[in-house]
Nanobody
Framework: QVQLVESGGGLVQPGGSLRLSCAASGSGFSIYAMGWYRQAPRKQRELVATITSSGSTNYVDSVKGRFTSSRDNAKNTAYLQMNSLKPEDTAVYYC??????????????WGQGTQVTVSS
């Protein structure tokens, strides 16, 4: 089973930057896609960015040009660089991973979330 641990959230002023990290741990797994989601108060969780094992990325329109997703496969870690942050980016950010275990069975895992608050 894979465990995901996010870090890097915090309070930042509008226009500022944060870098989120998502570290995967476990044994005998292979991650083939990772995603970043966020959930603001009283709103549904939304997909923000995805990145495949080959590095292909996709972003929701509201963050295009401001957020960049990357990953270090050797460290089993994904990153979300967030620039030009806006108050509407305030949310709990979650990491998600699609992976296969040593027997080739496919699973999905979630991190515990990290709070991002954009406010002056």
């Amino acid at each position: 089973q894979v465990q995901l641990v996010e870090s890097g959230g915090g309070l930042v002023q509008p226009g500022g930057s944060l870098r989120l990290s998502c570290a995967a741990s476990g044994s005998g797994f292979s991650i083939y896609a990772m995603g970043w989601y966020r959930q603001a108060p009283r709103k549904q969780r939304e997909l923000v960015a995805t990145i495949t094992s080959s590095g292909s990325t996709n972003y929701v329109d509201s963050v295009k040009g401001r957020f960049t997703s990357s990953r270090d496969n050797a460290k089993n870690t994904a990153y979300l660089q967030m620039n030009s942050l806006k108050p509407e980016d305030t949310a709990v950010y979650y990491c998600n991973a699609d992976y296969t275990n040593s027997r080739g069975l496919r699973y999905n895992a979630w991190g515990q979330g990290t709070q991002v608050t954009v406010s002056s």
